[in-house]
């Protein structure tokens, strides 16, 4: 048997010395690992010219922007690596400029060092673009193919989009405007989506699959699939009693459905999505076909 003694508490407590090795033998593997993989919080604040309110692992992490006059600046420490791409290594603005995404981190005002965007969860793509940030906000929704009659699952498409802009040295962001353009869907996909419904009200759980076919097919004309869609919840009402998650995703999906009936209805223009930028589906396209190659809106 050992005795600790800790400091200052001055509590005895009693181990049994096997019970003490198998914990540490256990547990330690993990600490280190632990340590390891959390970035110190007391690191020296951002000595750059941007002089955000972040220290360096922040500016590393996260994406910090500055408003200098009517521009906004760029404030991400270091370069980033693109294999395959012309110029390999890019700086930050380079790469949010061209036609790759990801890793930038969460956009955050450099002068408050306060996050632009508080739902964390919402996958982003960041362009920068005229001296400004666009932030495209995707949304997952399913794919029909009716060479196969099958359906490619958990799409992202953008939806929604803020521009980060500035202003005499200030940042601002626009409030959402609707990017969304539905990928087309034909009379096999909505028959496809009738039998994923029926199938689906046999049973008490709501299927993802069964929400986004329900909505690419609403999007692309089908009355039948948009009234089930809106109808959901009182179809499944024990369901979305225990489910509040699912129930703001279906909302989410809801709200997409109805601000795009109302900008056809005020004269805009249905337009398919473009899913060349897929190479699975390029393939199956015509020879010459021109590929978007990018979700980012560079074309526009």
């Not at 061209?98 to 981190?105: H, L, N």
Request: glycine share 4%; net charge positive; with cysteine.
């Amino acid at each position: 048997m050992i005795k600790y003694t800790y400091c200052k508490q001055k509590l005895n407590k009693t181990i049994d010395t096997l019970t003490l090795f198998v914990i540490l033998l256990v547990f330690t593997p993990f600490y280190s690992c632990h340590q390891q993989s959390n970035f110190k919080t007391d690191l020296p604040a951002d000595t750059s010219a941007c002089g955000c309110k972040l220290n360096t692992q922040e500016m590393i992490l996260q994406c910090p922007v500055k408003a200098v006059g009517d521009s906004v600046v760029i404030c991400k420490v270091g370069t980033i690596s693109v294999a395959g791409s012309k110029k390999e290594t890019m700086t930050w603005p380079e790469y949010m400029a061209s036609k790759y995404m990801g890793a930038e981190g969460s956009l955050t005002n450099c002068k408050t060092g306060k996050q632009l965007f508080n739902n964390l969860m919402a996958n982003r793509i960041l362009t920068y673009r005229d001296k400004q940030v666009w932030v495209d906000r995707r949304i997952s929704i399913d794919i029909y193919e009716p060479l196969t009659n099958t359906w490619s699952e958990n799409i992202e498409l953008p939806a929604w989009r803020n521009i980060v802009y500035a202003s005499k040295n200030e940042i601002f962001v626009k409030p959402d405007t609707l990017i969304f353009k539905p990928p087309f869907i034909n009379p096999s996909g909505f028959k496809s989506a009738d039998s994923v419904y029926r199938a689906q009200s046999k049973q008490t759980f709501l299927y993802s699959r069964t929400v986004n076919r329900l909505l690419a097919c609403a999007l692309c004309g089908d009355t039948v699939s948009e009234r089930r869609l809106l109808n959901l919840e009182k179809d499944f009402p024990a369901y979305f009693s225990g489910h509040a998650e699912t129930k703001l995703i279906v909302d989410e999906k809801i709200n997409l459905l109805l601000s795009y009936q109302l900008f056809l209805k005020n004269g805009g223009k249905r337009v398919y999505f473009d899913l060349s930028v897929f190479p699975y589906y390029l393939k199956q396209m015509k020879p010459g076909t021109k590929a978007r190659t990018t979700l980012k809106p560079l074309d526009e």
